[in-house]
């Protein structure tokens, strides 16, 4: 009996001690869940080492990103593989920012741990200068952390040159001010006897000046 049991343990030795000194590849693990990989490997006679996770990625939680040894390495029997694993994004909500100035929208989702993705300058109306006109995400949206939001940038009115209406019938003016791509504003009446009734006296802004696109110049009509 004894010695039966000395000759098992002396079998087993020698299993596990081949089982060791042998050489196996390792197998494709990217792509693969953590619990897919450790059948795996124990199936091969090798060892998982969860060396990394991280979250700076679309792939779902748990599947392996990389491995080192590669696919077709050789190991003896025992060694570790090690991979980097996928794990649940950290979810940060997104701020508003839409009417501050740049560096401050910046400064705002750097806080957030936002970043900016894209910045695009267009003409506003009434936004100064390096204000916020529009963010790609609305306010309390919850997204992945590190996101880029592309935001929308005043650089100012759009200007356009004021064209000249002095001497002009009011309907003309009119139609003069429409194609430059501004409005008629406040129109007041004088009396001059030199001019035709019903044509501009006066004009404010005066012609050949630059005036924000949509903004409105004021007239003087001479009365018929």
Do not use: C, W
Request: charge should be neutral; proline fraction near 6%; glycine fraction near 10%.
């Amino acid at each position: 009996m004894v010695a039966a049991l000395v000759a098992l343990g002396v079998s087993y030795a020698v299993v596990r001690g081949d089982l060791f000194r042998r050489t196996v590849d390792v197998p494709t693990l990217v792509g693969a869940t953590v619990e897919t990989a450790r059948t795996a490997l124990e199936l091969a006679g090798l060892l998982l080492v969860v060396a990394e996770d991280r979250d700076d990625t679309p792939a779902p939680p748990g599947q392996i990103l990389s491995q080192r040894p590669l696919a077709g390495s050789t190991l003896r029997g025992g060694e570790p593989v090690s991979v980097v694993v996928a794990r649940a994004p950290t979810l940060v909500k997104v701020p508003g920012v839409v009417g501050q100035r740049l560096g401050e929208a910046r400064a705002r989702l750097d806080k957030a741990r936002l970043t900016i993705s894209h910045v695009v300058e267009e003409p506003h109306p009434t936004l100064g200068v390096g204000m916020v006109i529009a963010q790609s995400m609305a306010e309390g949206t919850e997204v992945r952390m590190g996101t880029g939001l592309e935001l929308k940038v005043s650089k100012g009115p759009e200007t356009v040159i004021v064209p000249a209406v002095v001497g002009r019938g009011l309907s003309k003016a009119k139609e003069l001010l429409t194609q430059a791509g501004l409005t008629v504003g406040q129109i007041r009446h004088a009396s001059d006897d030199d001019r035709s009734p019903g044509v501009v006296l006066e004009q404010k802004p005066a012609a050949n000046q630059a005036l924000g696109k949509g903004m409105a110049v004021d007239l003087v009509v001479n009365t018929d």
